[in-house]
């Protein structure tokens, strides 16, 4: 149990384009979402937690209006990188936490790799 | 201080071998605590959870978590090669409404044949 969906698992595109990532809880509902990023070599920051029905909830030097997240059902949260630059080419991973276990562990997508040239 | 810490490594072991990985933490109200492996290119997968003070067996992996010295900690017995990987420690942030998962740096471990 617990699987997450996460698609696509690879991006290349040309520096301005917009990329959509979809996370789904597959076999659970997933009232929480988290959206993270990963450079080589270092560990996961979390970018954003995503909460069905309502905005989403950024950490501190992440751009609401570069990563635009949309959570609209209980399996199926978006994230948007808009007009995306070099800088942005990241290992991208979202997890979810099953409903009103606020406790218990996430489980992970298998991440969606991004390069912008 | 960072709010979850780990030895970076590499951390070696020959085969056979237990490997013991290590991670501190700062929030002392901090309920809960996970262990993730993470392949080279790969998403973090689950290995265990740990929430009481002790020990907590599975398979060949126990974590160990002593909530007094905010200290956590994973044993590998019998090390396999596949064993080799990144492993995260990550804490369950209490004060955090939303249950925000904070992770180490990750301790890089490499089972030698």
């Known amino acids: 149990g617990a699987v997450v969906s996460q698609h696509p698992s690879r991006v290349i595109c040309k520096s301005g384009t917009s990329v959509k990532i979809e996370c789904r809880s597959l076999?659970?509902?997933?009232?929480?979402m988290f959206w993270y990023r990963q450079f080589p070599k270092q560990s996961l920051m979390l970018m954003a937690t995503?909460?069905?029905?309502?905005?989403?909830?950024?950490e501190q030097g992440v751009e609401k209006d570069k990563f635009l997240i949309n959570h609209a059902s209980l399996t199926l949260s978006t994230l948007t990188v808009t007009s995306a630059h070099p800088e942005d080419s990241s290992f991208y991973i979202c997890?979810?936490?099953?409903?009103?276990?606020?406790?218990?562990?996430?489980?992970f997508g298998d991440g969606t790799r991004l390069s912008i040239l | 201080q960072k709010e979850v810490e780990q030895n970076s490594g590499p951390l070696s072991v020959p085969e056979g071998a237990i490997a013991s990985l290590n991670c501190t933490y700062s929030?002392?109200?901090?309920?809960?605590f996970f262990w993730y492996r993470q392949y080279s290119g790969k998403s973090p997968e689950l290995i265990m959870s740990?929430?009481?003070?002790g020990d907590k067996e599975d398979g060949r992996f126990t974590a160990q978590l002593n909530k007094a010295s905010q200290y956590v900690s994973l044993l590998i017995r019998d090390s396999q090669p596949s064993d080799s990987a990144t492993y995260l420690c990550?804490?369950?942030?209490?004060?955090?409404?939303?249950?925000?998962?904070?992770f180490g740096q990750g301790t890089e471990l490499s089972v030698k044949p």
């Open positions: 995503s909460n069905e029905g309502s905005k989403a909830t950024y």
């Open positions: 929030d002392r109200v901090s309920q809960s």
């Open positions: 997890s979810a936490r099953a409903y009103s276990e606020s406790n218990q562990p996430q489980h």
């Open positions: 076999d659970f509902q997933a009232t929480t």
């Open positions: 990550a804490v369950n942030m209490v004060y955090n409404q939303g249950g925000k998962l904070i």
């Open positions: 740990i929430y009481s003070n």
